[in-house]
Every structure is written in structure tokens, then in C-alpha cells.
């Protein structure tokens, strides 16, 4: 299905398709991309889009020619404007996803065309089903009734059917038009030349074919009835496809839409898109930050639960990053704006879930192969239902019942959808809990996946320096010796140091002002505090200014240094006083982690460049058996490779520059969010909150989406293998067979939507 493949550079687009009815038509515009040269296309029925690679001397506008040339329309989507926030969600008239059904006007259409068809194919089915309401001359109101649906019910698929029969080709619509059309034909011949239309006429029903005049049955019921479980059918459909794609529109309404900006020392309210990178811009409280930027002023705490799913607020400070849509919950901030528009956070996050959305699951492939052939062998189905009928009974009725019975139950819509609303309700609740799957390939892989690999900086531990232990010398009072050493260390910017300020900022009456501070490289600081002559750092500067160390604080030092952990050493006044630790801290959910991920019966790996010591710590504390140490950064991927030549199937989680290759190379590369850019890239899910707990959270939800699908396409597979033979063999009204259809596709998308509930 792939074009010639060319050297020039590859370009892409996104093509918003109308007209598609179903998921032949998006089968058929994808055949019709393909074959052009140096084009890769990839249409989705559910999303209404078409992804495009093209290269050589194509162009957009052939693109769309193309398109237009097989019946359907296609252009470029605009780019999205600010939409006002809606006063309330879920008001009067609302749809299925909090917005007006007003505002989707082709919906609208669709509710009123089936309204009106029900109205009136009501009465025409209860007549034909109920022989004790028959009077005489029923027919003719029957008749009077179901022409309107017939001719304007109908009209959709008729014009549908007609668009592609001039293009030489058959789908959904083909069957429904042919079918309706037919038992409305043969009801006219059989009213107006048959013995039909005499006063007194009464009409059996039967839910399987029974021995009738062919001329004296008519099939009013079935034409207006199908036309009206299919509008409803459609109408559901629509419905459910816009709550699927609801996520994915919430997303994208997160931004703030104006922002007080500073300029020239004065506040001015602008729109969020005349922003510019370096702007500066005030958050108050309550209010979401406008875009992606660096505190420059201000302390305050940050509500990111919308975009990550963290309830619990973030502390932000002058330094601090801020990600644009989240709620500033307390004090005054001035941001400089870093990112704007595209680039922001929320905009990749949208991206990542639209991109995911529009993609196509192997399994889905089969299902649209199937789609493409599957309407010319139905027709063929029904031709050859209706003469083999015809020479077994010699029975035009019998024979013409079966045939539409076959036209109208034969609907490939189920498979068309199976995947695509699957996809679209999984990813879209995804991305509500802080979860982005890259695309529908990567569900496969979480099914797969035995062995997890786990990076130990910034994914299993904080990433950040913490004091961990104060272990002082005899008659030593631990305050004293955490105050006079913070109180050195908080002038020095260096990671140990700010680890040990950072864990005396509990301590009352705050830290006192050193005096004569001193940085000695290498070594650590010496100062004067309340009057003490203090050293902290390494055992080598006390050795150098002769101070002893007692045999207790020796092995406090031997034990820290044991268990991996950075020790550092307090003395004042020329005697040793007591022995701080300060190690990479442990996150407080990684324990609880590492045991989820070991009920989903993953084997979990501890991956680091630290010494063995460090990791084995790190491993004990939160439960993995398996640790591979003393890696270095480039040989990450070989520890990847050599686990999956063991025939291994493994995942790996990370976050930083370095861990991007091992991210691309795993089986399913898990990248942290909070982590680096590159990192993000080369992941096939990213976790936007640094909480490794989401790692077990996303594999449950790609599984569960996955079973989601093989459960839609198992139920659209199993539909159509079993209806048509029941159909062909005359165990089925047509009626009942429309309504079957229809409610088909509509199972599909609500056994889709179920995944909204994923916790």
C-alpha cells in the first residue's frame, strides 16, 4: 500500500475529510493517498482526519484534489482560536460533552432528520405489526407516511450512494440506499399493480420469512423503520464520538486567554497570543499562568491537577519553572514567559494525544483491508441470496426479503470504530491523569512487556540532594551542631550544602549570619558563627587542621560511607562535634511502585551510573532484587540490548538526555515528564508528573485500552460472521435486521467510553 519512496525531504499535514459515512469511505481514501507517488497516508472514520506524508513534487492542494476526485471534501484545519469558557457545563441543551448541540450543526441536522422519520415511522411499523389496527385502506396512510422517510429521511445515504456510485465504488451507504429503496419499489408495484392496494388488504407479520403472494406484500414498515434505526444509529454515533474527543477539546481549553503583562513598569491586559518569549507577566492569586516561564518574582503554590492529575500544590519561587494552564493558588508571581503558543507544554500534550488519537493499531489495519472489500462481496451476497431463493422456493417474496435482509445487516461501521473510539476515550482519559501514549503501536508493546528497567536519579530518587542523617559527638546537642553548620553551608551554593541549609530550615529562631566565611575548593567552608571557630566538609579538612575524630563519629563517617551516602563532618572551637548525611532521597511512592509494577507481573531493574553501594540502598528501600550499577551514560542502551537478548521484552523508565537512547531502544520507553526534552521525545508514553506510581498507572490503562479494542473488533467481527447467514438463510426480518445494524456500532463506541472510568 506504500507509494515509491523518494529522496527529497518529507513533508506532513493534516486533512480534516467531510462526507465520510463510514469506515469504507475512509478505506477508500486512504487506497486513493497511497497510490500517489511519494504519498503515506493514514485516514481515520473516527477523528474525520487524515494524516499525510508526501515528498517529491506533491503539494497540499493535489492532496486535497485527490480527495474531492474519490467524492469527499478536504482541507487544511484552521488553527484553533481562544473559544470563551462556557458559563456552566452541562446546561440545557447541553451535548455529550458539556458543549451546546447547537454548536455542532451537522449534529443538530442529524437529531431533527431523525425526529421527524421517527414521527412518522412509527405509526407505519405498528400498522404493519399489529394486524388488529389494520383498517381498511391502511396501506395508503402507511404509504403516505413512509414516502417522506423514504425520499427525506433517507436522503443522506442516497446522496452518499449516489457520490460513489459515480466514482465507481460501493460503501455502508450503498446498502442502506439499495436496501430502502428496494422495499420501497416493491411496496409501490405491489400498492399500485399487485393485489396490494385492495380495500380490506390485511398484512401478517412475521419475524423470519413466511410463504406470501409476492404481490400482495408490501415492505413499508422496513423501508421507514431501517431508515430510522440507522438515523438513530448515526445520531448515537455522533454523540459518543464527541464525548470521546471531549478529553482532548478540555485540554486545549485549559489556557488562560488574557494576561497582565508588564510593560514599561506598568500593567497592560493583553490576549494570551500577543505574548513574546522574555515577556514578563503577573499571575495573581487564583488566576492560571498564561504560558510556560521562569518565577522571577514571587512564592506561591501552584495547582497542577489538570495537567498532571497531582492534587497536592507545588511550591514554586523565584527560579522556579511554571507550566502554562495550571492555577496559581496563593501569592502574587511575576513570570518570564520561555515558551509561547506550539511550543508551550499544554500545546505538545494536545499534539501527543491528537497524534496518538489519529494513529491506526495494527489490528485495526486487518479490520479497514476488510472494510474496503467488504460492501462489493455483500452486494454480491445479496444478488446471489435473492436467486438462490428464487430457484429453491420459487418465491419472489421469500426471495426478496432474504436479499434486503442481507443489503441492510451488513454494516462494516462496528470495525470502523473499534479502534478509533477506543483509542480516543483511552488517551484522551490519559492525558487527564498525566499520561501520553504516543500511538496506537505502543499499546501492543504494553502487553508484551515482562522486565522494567528503572533509572535511579530523578525516576526511583528525587534527583536532589536531602539531609539524611545528624549523628552528633557525646554531649553534643543535635540542634546546635544542624544550626552552626547550616549556617556556614547556607552561604555556599554547591549541592551538598544546600542539602544541609534546606534540612535546618525547620530550626526555630532561624539560621544565624556566619562571619569571615571562607570557601576552601575541594574541602568544604570554614567561618565564624555565635562566635565559634566552625569547619564542615570532608574528613581530609579536619585531618589538615589536626582535629581528631572520636571513635563513635569515625564509625557514623565508615557507615555513610558504606551505605553510598555523602558524610560530611562538623567541628568548632578545634574539636569534632558530630557527622552530617546527606544522600540523592529516595521519592516517598517509589516503594509503593515498584510493587505495583510487580503485580502487573513486570520484573523491575535498578539502572545507575552510582557505585554499587549507593544502588543497593536505593534497591533495598523500595523493593527490587535485580540491580545493574556503574553504568555509563552511553552504555545505558548495551544494559537495554543485552536484556532483550536474554528474550527479554523490557520497558524502561527514565528522564534524562542521557537516558534517550536507552528510552528508544527498550521495548516501551516510559519518559518521566518532568524530565528532559530529549528524554520526552524518545519515549512511547510520557508520565507528565515525576511520580513513578503513574508508570504502573499507564501500562493498566494501555492494556486496558488494548483488550477495549480486541473486544470492539471481536464483538464487530462476531456481529457480521453470524447476521449474515442468519439474513441470507431468512431468519431475519429486515427490519429487525436495521435495527441490529445500527445498534452494533453503537455498542462499539459505548463499550469504548467505558474507559472514561479508568481510576
Not at 495550571?326 to 491528537?354: F, M, P, W
Not at 435482509?405 to 462496528?414: D, G
Amino acid at each position: 500500500m506504500t507509494s515509491t519512496v523518494h529522496d527529497g525531504p518529507i513533508a506532513a499535514v493534516e486533512l480534516t475529510i467531510g462526507g465520510m459515512t463510514c469506515a469504507s469511505c475512509a478505506a477508500r481514501i486512504e487506497k486513493k493517498l497511497n497510490r500517489m507517488d511519494g504519498v503515506t497516508a493514514t485516514v481515520n472514520y473516527a477523528t474525520e482526519k487524515a494524516k499525510v506524508s508526501y515528498a517529491g513534487d506533491v503539494r497540499v492542494a493535489d492532496l486535497i484534489a485527490t480527495v474531492v476526485k474519490t467524492g469527499y471534501t478536504a482541507e487544511e484545519p484552521p488553527p484553533p482560536e481562544p473559544e470563551p469558557q462556557p458559563e456552566a457545563a452541562g446546561g440545557p441543551g447541553a451535548g455529550a460533552d458539556g458543549a451546546p448541540e447547537a454548536a455542532d450543526p451537522e449534529s443538530a441536522a442529524l437529531r431533527t432528520r431523525l425526529l421527524v422519520s421517527a414521527v412518522l415511522a412509527a405509526p407505519v411499523v405498528l400498522l404493519a405489526m399489529v394486524p388488529a389496527l389494520q383498517f381498511d385502506n391502511w396501506q395508503w396512510l402507511s404509504l403516505t407516511l413512509a414516502a417522506p422517510v423514504v425520499v427525506w429521511g433517507a436522503l443522506p445515504f442516497h446522496k452518499a450512494a449516489w457520490t460513489n456510485a459515480r466514482h465507481g465504488a460501493a460503501t455502508m451507504d450503498t446498502l442502506v440506499s439499495v436496501g430502502t429503496l428496494a422495499a420501497f419499489a416493491w411496496s409501490l408495484w405491489a400498492l399500485f399493480f399487485g393485489h396490494a392496494g385492495m380495500p380490506g388488504m390485511r398484512h401478517g407479520f412475521d419475524l423470519t420469512i413466511s410463504r406470501t403472494d409476492g404481490s400482495s406484500a408490501i415492505y413499508l414498515e422496513v423501508a421507514a423503520g431501517v431508515v430510522t434505526f440507522i438515523l438513530l444509529g448515526r445520531y448515537l454515533e455522533a454523540r459518543a464520538k464527541r464525548k470521546s474527543g471531549a478529553a482532548l477539546k478540555a485540554l486545549l481549553r485549559l489556557g488562560a486567554k488574557d494576561v497582565t503583562v508588564l510593560r514599561g513598569g506598568a500593567e497592560v491586559r493583553v490576549p494570551v497570543g500577543s505574548l513574546a518569549v522574555g515577556d514578563r507577566f503577573v499571575v495573581r492569586p487564583g488566576e492560571k499562568i498564561a504560558t510556560d516561564g521562569v518565577v522571577v518574582e514571587g512564592d506561591s503554590a501552584v495547582d497542577a491537577s489538570m495537567l498532571t492529575g497531582e492534587s497536592v500544590p507545588v511550591e514554586v519561587a523565584p527560579g522556579d519553572a511554571v507550566t502554562g494552564a495550571t492555577v496559581n493558588t496563593s501569592g502574587r508571581l511575576v513570570v518570564e514567559a520561555t515558551r509561547i503558543g506550539s511550543d508551550t507544554q499544554l500545546a505538545r500534550i494536545a499534539k501527543l494525544v491528537e497524534d496518538a488519537q489519529n494513529g491506526k493499531a495494527e489490528v485495526q489495519r486487518l479490520a479497514d483491508r476488510i472494510s474496503a472489500v467488504f460492501v462489493p462481496v455483500v452486494l454480491v451476497l445479496a444478488l446471489g441470496t435473492w436467486v438462490g431463493w428464487l430457484l429453491a422456493t420459487d418465491n419472489p417474496t421469500a426471495a426478496f426479503t432474504a436479499a434486503v435482509a442481507v443489503l441492510i445487516i451488513a454494516c462494516p461501521c462496528a470495525l470502523g470504530l473499534a479502534t478509533p473510539t477506543a483509542l480516543m476515550v483511552g488517551t484522551g482519559r490519559g492525558a487527564q491523569l498525566g499520561i501520553l501514549i504516543k500511538g496506537p503501536e505502543v499499546l501492543e508493546s504494553t502487553r508484551r512487556v515482562d522486565t522494567v528497567v528503572l533509572d535511579k536519579t530523578g525516576t526511583v530518587t528525587t534527583g536532589r540532594m536531602a539531609l539524611t542523617g545528624v549523628h552528633p559527638a557525646e554531649g553534643v546537642d543535635p540542634s546546635q551542631l544542624l544550626r552552626l553548620a547550616a549556617a556556614l553551608e547556607h552561604a555556599s551554593e554547591h549541592p551538598i550544602a544546600r542539602a544541609v541549609a534546606a534540612g535546618a530550615a525547620g530550626l526555630p529562631g532561624g539560621l544565624p549570619t556566619p562571619e569571615g566565611f571562607e570557601n576552601l575548593a575541594g574541602l568544604g567552608v570554614r567561618g565564624v558563627v555565635d562566635g565559634h571557630a566552625v569547619l564542615v566538609g570532608r574528613a581530609r579538612l579536619l585531618a589538615e587542621r589536626s582535629v581528631e575524630l572520636p571513635q563513635a563519629l569515625a564509625g557514623a563517617l565508615a557507615a555513610a560511607e558504606a551505605a553510598g551516602d555523602t558524610a560530611v563532618l562538623v567541628a568548632w572551637d578545634g574539636t569534632a562535634r558530630g557527622v552530617l548525611t546527606v544522600a540523592d532521597a529516595v521519592k516517598e511512592t517509589s516503594a509503593e511502585a515498584v510493587a505495583r509494577l510487580r503485580a502487573l507481573g513486570l520484573t523491575p531493574v535498578l539502572l545507575t551510573g552510582d557505585n554499587k553501594a549507593v544502588a543497593e540502598t536505593v534497591a533495598r528501600a523500595v523493593g527490587i532484587d535485580e540491580v545493574i550499577a556503574e553504568v555509563l551514560p552511553q552504555d545505558k542502551v548495551d544494559v537495554v540490548k543485552r536484556l532483550q537478548a536474554e528474550g527479554r521484552t523490557v520497558a524502561m523508565v527514565g528522564d534524562g538526555v542521557n537516558d534517550a537512547a536507552a528510552l528508544a531502544q527498550a521495548d516501551l520507553g516510559l519518559a518521566m515528564g518532568t524530565g528532559t526534552d530529549a528524554a520526552i521525545e524518545a519515549g512511547d508514553l510520557t508520565l507528565v508528573r515525576g511520580d513513578l506510581r503513574v508508570a504502573a498507572d499507564a501500562i493498566r490503562l494501555s492494556r486496558r485500552t488494548l483488550s477495549t479494542i480486541k473486544g470492539n473488533l471481536f464483538w464487530a467481527f462476531g456481529y457480521n460472521v453470524a447476521a449474515l447467514p442468519l439474513a441470507a438463510a431468512g431468519l431475519l426480518n429486515p427490519m429487525i435486521a436495521g435495527a441490529a445494524m445500527a445498534f452494533s456500532s453503537v455498542f462499539v463506541v459505548t463499550n469504548s467510553l467505558r474507559l472514561r472510568s479508568f481510576r
